[in-house]
């Protein structure tokens, strides 16, 4: 595996490939690997003939400067792990690199960025927008993938794509768990022994309102959720959404839509965990 801190030794590395006929699969991250990352990777293995991953902490999508400073960065253990499942290129360049002057362009995604996440971070999905299609233009890939654990960010990329018109495939990846049922998250590294202890309630809850969602009416889904998770100490519910999976608008009944996902962000102390459950899905795109 090779790294490589800039652009123009990232294009020389991917030129090469492409010029043998290689189809090029890309991972992007912020880094602080896990297996949930490394099931990324694996399946651009698998789909595609030379992958690239990128480790780049994006500034641009922290709206808030402790977050962005308390993030796990650890490159060289980055690097080790990739290797062990045939990454071919690692991408690992600092911000002047990626943003050599402020990027200051504004994409307009309707209301896909104006619920959940982005109600509660706002200005964070432009950051995302404005980074991946940068990093886009620098591999060029054929393929990205992408976690569904960030459900809101995979709709936010088709939308970034289609607009650009870019020429690219992405590619949806089911969420890694931990044993314990646990939403894989460079973030879970920074929750202390308790929270870890009581993180997986908010999976098991997920999982479990599948069980008796049609029973009930969404008001009653979406408050026996809540409070089942906020009955604990160590966990506070920020939102929980039940929406359109492919227009992210939040939806009233089980009738109104043929993709149904209920999204959640969850606060264990000060960090911030996400995770979301399919309760409905006949639209066979997904």
Known sequence: MKIVK???DLRK???AAKQEGKRVGFVPTMGALHNGHLSLVKQAVEATDFVVVSVFVNPNQFNNATDLDRYPRDLNR????LQTVNCELLFAPDVKEVYPEEDTRQFEFGNLDKVMEG???PGHFNGVAQVVSRLFDMVNPDKAFFGMKDFQQLAIIRAMVKQLNLNVQ???CEIVREEDGL???SRNTLLNSGQRKNAPIIARTLFESCKFAS???FNELKSKVISSINEDEELEVEYFEIVDGNTLQSIDNWNESDYIVGCIAVFAGEVRLIDNVTYKNTDHEH
């Open 6 to 8: 800039t652009v123009a």
């Open 183 to 185: 939403a894989m998250s």
């Open 215 to 217: 029973d009930l009416n």
């Open 13 to 15: 590395g991917i030129e």
């Open 119 to 121: 109600q509660f971070r």
């Open 78 to 81: 980055d690097a080790q792990m």
């Open 170 to 172: 992405i590619v949806p």
